[in-house]
């Protein structure tokens, strides 16, 4: 029996193991440490990887630790996103910190690795760790809680081996505790399932399930398992959950899963692509904020010109009437002063066809839940920049947010493509948004970013007080509105503006319908499709305006168009 404590013991770090990044002991006998933990066993395909830092300091003096992250696509390099976090750790206390590290933008089309390098330093020492996974070109993401991974991981992973040519191999899921969610939608942002018990579902903290709430309103999918067949409503989920899916599965006599049944349901029951998939192959080609932005052609006859004319002077002309025979010493003096003015020239030319800053495009969809007391706006922002020369590459995210570069249709502009997938990006929360560097905008190049968030808003399309008409708190104008009733019949309406009640005009649908789908066309793949699931709806309205605030990025970007498509049910005041 004296050996069954330290076996217990044992055991329980192995089973632990795989969340476990690293434990640094500082001084044996205060036990003095530093654990690093990562909430779910392996990385999203993208997005962000939820870690906790516990310092344990009983010591009488304070302790900083310093914990830089790289996360790669592949271990031999590719493209890089860096994040560094301090930690303050006061003598005498135990510090518990949760950090959101950012994962590597997905640019490639076949099997991917996702590589995340931490390295300690500070005062308590230093050590290094690193988690991996993979992934095929259309294998999901999926979370799965702990009871139902401990039982089913095995069998998910022989099943998806067995049915999906692009398996990465490795787990076919990511394991988490209920109890240890995290409280931010951003930390499942990179994950398309997340799959738990109904026991899970109504035991986790309140900010652990309103985070999926969020998660779940910007195109996640929820499968819960029950024995006693709940409803929506009895679990707390509205009916309608904007842009994702709820499904609620029977549970059998046991915890064991049909394995063939999940995986299929989990790859091949939606026509919405993964993550991974979208981010791939939706910005290649036929993207149409893409194909809307004007081409522009480079001037190669104006730097050919500056180029001969640059070889004539610094050749003969310099060397046979600058510094003719007798004093060729000039060319010491000449030269240097030819190849200056020259590269003013080209400069000067350069600036002249490109200019300073950019311009771009972008095109939001944008969700606003009626009740539930939620007050907050769910975006989907997609944008496209050429810029000229850059003075900065630095930038502010304004609000937390997963935002990522997209490979584009590859031209002599685009630095990020089919071909072209190296790049270094730094991207670092600081709690009220990001800070972003590196690739992100090049000078005299084009780029498109991709970018989800959550805002606060009282904004809303609701009732007007004993009358039939509407009435908007959009702190902006709106340039067309479609309702379509409980009874399926649509109206619309134009020029609404804040606080004013407006009147609704009767239409037939196959007026609304060609616009609706207009409007559609404009996104991407994946936010066409999210889309397609909120325009049907009966009591909710589509809205367009050109004046809602946008996400902000790079300052130096002048946003010649901004739309956005606003989705939502009608408020009661």
């Given amino acids: 029996m004296r050996f069954l404590a330290p076996l217990l013991f044992l055991l329980t770090a192995i089973a632990s193991a795989q969340e ?77 910190r949760d950090l959101l590290v950012p994962l590597n933008p997905v640019a490639d089309t076949y099997q991917s690795s996702v590589y995340l390098k931490v390295e300690m330093a500070g005062t308590m020492g230093t050590q ?83 985070a999926l709430f969020s998660w779940l309103r910007l195109g996640g999918h929820l499968v819960i398992y029950s024995s006693s067949s709940p409803s929506k409503a009895s679990l707390g989920i509205p009916d309608d959950t904007s842009f994702g899916t709820v499904d609620i599965q029977s549970l059998p006599g046991s915890l064991t899963l049909n394995a063939t049944d999940l995986v299929a349901h989990l790859t091949t029951g939606s026509s919405l692509k993964t993550h991974r998939y979208a981010m791939v192959g939706d910005f290649d080609s036929g993207w149409s904020l893409f194909n809307s932005f004007p081409q522009k052609e ?42 200056l003015g020259a590269s003013v020239i080209l400069i000067a030319l350069i600036l002249f066809q490109d200019g300073f800053g950019g311009d771009g495009k972008r095109l939001a969809l944008m969700e606003v839940p009626a009740g539930n007391g939620e007050n907050a706006a769910f975006i989907l922002q997609e944008q496209v920049s050429r810029t000229g020369v850059l003075t900065r590459a ?4 304004e609000v937390p947010s997963f935002f990522s570069p997209v490979p584009m249709e590859e031209n002599r502009w685009t630095r990020f493509n089919d071909n072209e997938t190296d790049g270094n990006y730094s991207l670092q929360p600081d709690g009220s948004g990001l800070s972003a560097s590196g690739d992100w905008f090049q000078s005299r190049s084009m780029q498109g970013q991709t970018i989800a968030t959550v805002v606060p808003t009282r904004g809303r399309i609701e009732r007007a007080a004993g009358s039939s008409e509407l009435l908007s708190t959009f702190g902006f104008p709106i340039e067309k509105l479609f309702y379509r009733d409980a009874q399926g019949q649509w109206f619309r309406a134009e020029s609404v503006e804040t606080g004013k009640p407006f009147a609704l005009t009767s239409v037939d649908e196959s007026l609304i319908r060609p616009e609706i789908d207009s409007l559609q066309s404009g996104f991407s793949r994946r936010n066409s499709m999210l889309f397609e699931r909120a325009r049907e709806r009966k009591d909710h309205f589509i809205a367009v305006t050109g004046a809602a605030p946008a996400i902000e990025t790079h300052p130096g970007i002048r946003w010649q168009e901004s739309r956005t498509i606003i989705t939502g049910g009608i408020a009661t005041p």
């Fill in 20 to 96: 476990q990044m690293m434990r640094k002991v500082h001084e044996v006998k205060t036990d003095t440490h530093v654990e690093v933990t990562s909430l779910f066993s392996k990385p999203s395909a993208e997005g962000y990887f939820p870690v906790r830092v516990k310092v344990a300091n009983n010591q009488k003096q304070g302790h900083l630790i310093r914990l830089t992250f790289t996360a790669t696509g592949r271990y031999d390099g590719g493209t890089r996103t860096a994040s560094e976090f301090t930690i303050n750790a006061p003598p005498g206390k135990v510090t518990t």
């Fill in 128 to 210: 290094t760790h690193s988690v991996s996974a993979d992934y095929g070109a259309d294998q999901p993401s999926v979370l799965l809680s702990e009871p139902l991974f401990s039982v089913n991981a095995s069998r998910l992973d022989s099943e998806a081996a067995s049915v999906m040519s692009s398996f990465g191999g490795g787990s076919f899921t990511s394991k988490f505790d209920p109890g240890q969610l995290p409280d931010n939608w951003l930390a499942f942002s990179g994950f398309d399932a997340v799959v738990m018990l109904d026991s899970d579902w109504t035991s986790m903290p309140a900010g652990s399930r309103n």
């Fill in 298 to 339: 480079f001037r190669y006859f104006l730097f050919v010109i500056v180029l001969l004319i640059f070889g004539v002077l610094v050749g003969p002309i310099n060397l046979f009437v600058f510094a003719k025979s007798g004093r060729r010493h000039l060319l010491f003096i000449t030269t240097p002063i030819i190849s």
């Fill in 394 to 397: 630095n930038f502010p995210v």
